[in-house]
C-alpha cells in the first residue's frame, strides 16, 4: 500500500520561501509520477508541479513557473516543494499525489489520474 506524508507548511510573508516534503512510502518501483495540487477555500483543487520519479522530468503550472522548484531525492524516498517569492494567491493546502503516467504533456494537471494523496499540509502567505 503506498503511503504519502506531507510535512513543511505554516505561515509566512509574501516574498517569502517555504519547503515542502513528501515522505512516500510502499511503491516497489520507480514507474510512477508524483505530484503537488493545492486547493484553497472555495476553489477547485489545481496542479502545482509533477515529476516523473524514474527520469526525473518536472512539469510547471504556469502560475508558480519561475518560483516553484519540484525534485525529489530517492535516497531518503521523499519528494520536494521549494517555493520561493511567495505571494496571497498561493495560500492553499497543498497536497502530494501519485499516479501512473498517461500520455500527453498537460495530463498531469487532472486530479482525476491519481490514484494515492496525502492529507494535506496548509500554506498561508500574508501580504
Known amino acids: 500500500q503506498v503511503h504519502l506524508v506531507e510535512s513543511g507548511g505554516g505561515p509566512v510573508q509574501a516574498g517569502g520561501s517555504l519547503r515542502l516534503s513528501c515522505a512516500v512510502s510502499?511503491?516497489?518501483?520507480?514507474?510512477?509520477?508524483m505530484a503537488w495540487f493545492r486547493q484553497a477555500p472555495g476553489k477547485e483543487r489545481e496542479g502545482v508541479a509533477a515529476?516523473?520519479?524514474?527520469?526525473?522530468?518536472?512539469y510547471y503550472a504556469d502560475s508558480v513557473k519561475g518560483r516553484f522548484t519540484i525534485s525529489q531525492d530517492n535516497s531518503k524516498n521523499t519528494m520536494y516543494l521549494q517555493m520561493n517569492s511567495l505571494k496571497p494567491t498561493d495560500t492553499a493546502k497543498y497536497y502530494c499525489?501519485?499516479?501512473?503516467?498517461?500520455?500527453?504533456?498537460?495530463?498531469?494537471?487532472?486530479?482525476?489520474?491519481?490514484?494515492?494523496w496525502g492529507q494535506g499540509t496548509q500554506v498561508t502567505v500574508s501580504s
Open positions: 510502499g511503491y516497489t518501483d520507480s514507474r510512477h509520477v
Open positions: 499525489a501519485s499516479g501512473t503516467p498517461q500520455s500527453g504533456v498537460r495530463w498531469w494537471l487532472d486530479s482525476s489520474w491519481y490514484n494515492y
Open positions: 515529476i516523473y520519479v524514474y527520469d526525473g522530468d518536472t
